[in-house]
Nanobody, 121 residues
Framework: QVQVVESGGGLVQAGGSLRLSCAAS????????MGWYRQAPGKQRELVAT???????NYADSVKGRFTISRDNAKNTVALQMYSLKPEDTAVYYC???????????????WGQGTQVTVSS
């Protein structure tokens, strides 16, 4: 009953910037945490950044200082602004939302289908 959709991926040169967006929709009562994860071919999915409803953030060491996560609680959206991109940032980026649905107290995670980010040297 909840859908998560990412957008904004693409091809960019090293040192460039991209902004990823994600929107959650459906029978949403509240969303506690939203975040971005990425997965390169042959590697495990890894955390990039998360943000709680109150605004606290968490970043992977590899992106800290270059990426910024933000959210709009009223619109159930989250964004990832990426600066100074490196070839090693190349991956499929996935949006995650920890959602409490209408009349359901427990939360569970929902994933988007991913958006490709490719950084050329």
């Amino acid at each position: 009953q909840v859908q998560v959709v990412e957008s904004g991926g693409g091809l960019v040169q090293a040192g460039g910037s991209l902004r990823l967006s994600c929107a959650a929709s459906g029978r949403i009562w509240r969303i506690s945490s939203m975040g971005w994860y990425r997965q390169a071919p042959g590697k495990q999915r890894e955390l990039v950044a998360t943000i709680a409803s109150a605004g606290s953030t968490n970043y992977a060491d590899s992106v800290k200082g270059r990426f910024t996560i933000s959210r709009d609680n009223a619109k159930n959206t989250v964004a990832l602004q990426m600066y100074s991109l490196k070839p090693e940032d190349t991956a499929v980026y996935y949006c995650n939302a920890d959602v409490s649905e209408f009349l359901i107290s427990a939360t569970r995670g929902y994933w988007g289908q991913g958006t490709q980010v490719t950084v050329s040297s």
